[in-house]
């Protein structure tokens, strides 16, 4: 029998990354008419860094999570409604609970790989209310496979119905997800799965070698529209599992009929590995500082691969957008200081 793959899509979450948070309501209903008839499992929505995020420190959305869950939750009906959790950026009072009231069905509760403590709450209310939650261990390559275990077993303990390493800066090569993986899927007795971004050109074969070691959830998003490099690509990761006899319920002329629908609602460019995405990939950086560092870059008049590189050096994590600014004054300072001899 074949085995099965859970597929959870997040073009419309991670996508948004892509354009500065700036998808529109049209585009959000011709993904999930798309995704819809391809069969897509769940799609998950909303601001790039997720519920309540949208700000000016990461960037302000063009709509408010209300009308994206409203818009989204009217366009599906067998494809189950995702969204990406920050506690920080989401508060259950004002957030969650209007997540829940508005019909999301799927909550994905997120923390940098060693904070796991920070989605005790979070993850508590989630299924409290009745809907399904996932622990999300995002920037992964910066834990052992140890602390990893150590963290999934405490959203285990809140509650989470799975857990999913995150890939954030597109770092891994297949060992590096192998031995993860093999040890999350030993050592808990819940779902593991695995997001990847494209950094080094590795998304595809990282989520094979993920599904290899027991991961039964791997996310993709349609074109691999996402932060920096982009995701795994959707449409590639379908036909790939299909040849490789993994069943994953997705009607594979469909969903290529949704990368061609994607290709001209997600416009101006889908995401590439730029020379800067395979620097962020090396240093180790979340793929979404990618326009940031470009912008501070142009501002500071300094070369962007240092500004990533000393990113690297400090660990910066999602949500220290401040940080791009410190080191490329920094650089900026020192490079006048060289030219004064």
């Known amino acids: 029998m074949a085995k099965k793959i859970l597929i959870s899509d997040p073009t419309l979450r991670d996508g948004n990354h892509a354009v500065r948070h700036q998808l529109s309501r049209e585009a959000f209903i011709a993904y999930c008419q798309a995704a819809e008839a391809a069969r897509v499992p769940i799609i998950e ?12 420190l990461v960037g302000e959305c063009r709509l408010t999570d209300d009308e994206i869950l409203t818009v989204t939750r009217e366009h599906l009906k067998n494809t189950r409604l995702g969204i990406h959790v920050i506690p920080g950026f989401c508060t259950i009072k004002k957030d969650l609970s ?8 799927l909550f994905r509760v997120a ?23 996932w622990g999300i261990l995002m920037m992964s390559h910066m834990a052992t496979p140890a602390t990893l275990l150590e963290e999934a077993k405490k959203m285990e303990s809140y509650g989470a119905e799975a857990i999913v390493i995150m890939d954030s800066a597109g770092a891994y090569f297949p060992d590096d997800v192998k031995e993860r993986i093999s040890t999350l899927v030993n050592g808990l007795s819940i779902p593991v799965g695995f997001h990847g971004h494209n950094n080094l050109g590795m998304a595809v074969i990282n989520s094979v070698a993920a599904v290899n070691e027991g991961a039964t959830i791997i996310d993709g998003t349609i074109r691999g529209f996402g932060a920096g490099a982009g995701n795994t690509q959707l449409e ?6 299909e040849r ?30 730029s020379p ?6 090396l240093a180790g950086v979340f793929s979404g ?20 590189f000393g990113l690297g050096k400090r660990n910066a994590v999602a949500g220290q957008e401040s940080l791009i600014i410190e080191v490329a004054r920094d650089l900026a300072e020192k490079n006048a200081a060289a030219l004064k001899g």
């Open 45 to 56: 929505v909303g601001h790039g860094n997720g519920l309540g995020a949208s700000s000016m």
């Open 244 to 273: 490789l006899g993994f069943e994953t319920g997705i009607d594979l002329y469909k969903i290529l009929d949704a990368a061609d629908i994607a290709e001209k609602e997600f416009n101006p460019v889908a995401p590439s590995i």
């Open 289 to 308: 500082f990618a326009k940031p560092v470009a912008q501070a870059a142009k501002d500071y008049q300094v070369d962007p691969r240092d500004i990533f």
């Open 276 to 281: 800067l995405s395979i620097v962020s990939g």
């Open 98 to 105: 209007r997540a829940v009231e508005l019909g999301v069905d």
């Open 111 to 133: 923390s940098h790989c060693t904070e796991a403590d920070i989605t005790d709450r979070h993850i508590h209310y989630v299924r409290q209310a009745g809907k399904e939650a």
């Open 236 to 241: 590639v990761l379908v036909a790939v599992f």
